[in-house]
């Protein structure tokens, strides 16, 4: 099965700032690719699909980008809502792995 | 508007299969092109993909999880779902069941999620 590792697992920024998370798959998965937000208590939130579309309703300082085994997701000006937990899923021949998640925290 | 709703025991014992129901309302499970799922999230964890299965009935199930895992459709097509067998504690987890309704030509990517119900493994 495709091994999915992102990193960082944790960090800590303010309000403003750039945030990278990244995901390496273990084998070219294409751009099967999404990136869901999960805050404590509540369900996870798709924010981009298929490695770089926006989900609708997203705001657009949400994006992602990559291909074959290396992704990104970046948050251009982090805001306070935006705190939480971040996973990557890939989906690749009908099998789904998860990132192990980053947390994002107030610095 | 679309409403999944997780049903079943919140509590069951080590050895024993875990049941659960996913009620879908807004939509129906066998007439729609999409995928239906199972997710789980143990306490203090992360998102770990249990299982999915498609419109027409074909599953596909997690590796670490394929021995003991049943996803079914019911013929009402008002719901899916989950049996999970030979429970140990390290099952014990948030339950979400979803749809699979993001689609693109290689990929499917759930969008829509119940709340999740809390299920414990213990004696």
């Known amino acids: 099965a495709i091994q999915m590792t992102q990193s960082p697992s944790s960090l800590s920024a303010s309000v403003g700032d750039r945030v990278t998370i990244t995901c390496r798959a273990s084998q070219d998965i294409g751009n099967n690719l999404g990136w869901y937000q999960q805050k404590p208590g509540k369900v996870p939130n798709l924010l981009i699909y298929?490695?770089?579309s926006l989900q609708s309703g997203v705001p657009s300082r949400f994006s992602g980008s990559g291909s074959g085994t290396d992704f990104t997701l970046t948050i251009s000006s982090l805001q306070p809502e935006d705190f939480a937990t971040y996973y990557c899923l890939q989906d690749y021949n009908f099998i789904w792995t998860f990132g192990q998640g980053t947390k994002v925290e107030i610095k | 508007q679309l409403h999944l709703q997780e049903s079943g025991p919140g509590l069951v014992k080590p050895s024993e299969t875990l049941s659960l129901m996913c009620t879908v309302s807004g939509d129906s499970v066998t007439s729609t092109r999409y995928f239906w799922g199972w997710i789980r999230q143990a306490p203090g964890r992360g998102l770990e993909w249990i299982g999915t299965?498609?419109?027409?009935?074909?599953?596909y199930y997690s590796p670490s999880l394929n021995s003991r895992v049943t996803i079914s459709l019911d013929t009402s097509r008002t719901h899916f779902s989950l049996r999970l067998s030979s429970l140990t504690a390290a099952d014990t987890a948030v339950y979400y069941c979803a749809r699979f309704g993001v689609q693109t030509n290689s990929a499917n990517y759930p969008d829509y999620w119940g709340q999740g119900t809390l299920v414990t493994v213990s004696s």
């Open positions: 299965i498609r419109y027409n009935g074909n599953t």
């Open positions: 298929a490695a770089s």
